[in-house]
């Protein structure tokens, strides 16, 4: 079987992104020489699009990946393929974000990320590097907003990101950094699957949001995650499709994001799994079987409770999410 193709999206900064990503966070992480024979297997079978960020540990290794895919032949140059990156929330302030874009770019060993992201509204103290591990106290009181956003901007103005968005804003964040954005997000990447399907949020993008794209991690709920479930895949309905429709659940779970019109990010490191979850795009569920999709009871995984503190920022998991339920 030849690669994948994989359709694209035009996002608002007039860049091309592969509607499906590979994700590349783990717990525990594979050692760094497997987690690179990892991508370079994605890269094989037709991932072109990869997200990563600086609080995974996964950076350098899928750098080495893209440029092993290079060295082999599978790609031609670093153009091919679409790499997302993300600011932690360490590095949440108007001074550090360039830095850490720089930083970021000397792990990948690359001079540019297509997309790079506001990991999460909140701010950690610098100490607190990784997106596990790190304490309530090192929630700090407040951040930046504008002043963090004016910083993503000159990494875009720099060419160091061809794009810029956001990750798990609510609608109400969101116009909050548009009145105040030179550059709107081009992204917001938001948990999105099935039994949690973001119609409010996404609504608001479409109808206000001046063209942010909605991406969609943990489309498959992320079962093994501390916070993941089975929600999605062994819900009866989607089990159903999926018998009828001679295909996996998880390709019914992702052709249902696909068709609903946000971009995928899914992590799989098992190989035939990962051309599995490429093979969504030659068939399609009809009307009545996502009119069925849209009943499945909702449940939102990740709630954002390790954000939650009664000096920080936010007080509750409604302070963190606003209204977008």
Known sequence: MGREQIPEVVLNSGRKMPLIGMGTFAMPL????????????????????????????????????????????????????????????????????????????????????????????????????????????????????????????????????????????????????LQYATIPPAVNQVEMNAAWQQEKLREYCREKGKGIHVSAWSPLAANGASWGSLDVLHNPLLKHISTTKGKTVSQVALRWVYQEGASIIVKSFNKERMKENLQIFDWELSEDEVANIKQIPQRRGFSGQVFVHPDGPYKSQEEIWDDDA
């Open 30 to 177: 594979p050692p760094p020489h497997h987690l690179t024979s990892i991508f370079v297997d994605a890269i094989n079978v037709g991932y072109l699009h990869f997200d990563t960020a600086a609080s995974y540990g996964s950076e350098e290794p899928l750098g080495q990946a893209v440029a092993e895919a290079i060295e082999r032949g599978l790609i031609k140059s670093r153009d091919e393929v679409f790499i997302t990156s993300k600011l932690w929330c360490n590095c949440n302030h108007p001074d550090l974000v360039l830095p850490a874009l720089k930083n970021t770019l000397g792990k990948l060993g690359m001079e540019y990320v297509d997309l790079y992201l506001v990991h999460f509204p909140v701010r950690l103290k610098k100490e607190a590097v990784s997106c596990v591990g790190f304490g309530k106290e090192d929630i700090l009181p407040s951040w930046d907003m504008k002043g963090t956003w004016e910083a993503m901007e000159e990494c875009c103005r720099l060419g160091l990101a061809r794009s810029i968005g956001v990750s798990n804003f609510s609608c109400k964040k969101l116009s909050q950094l």
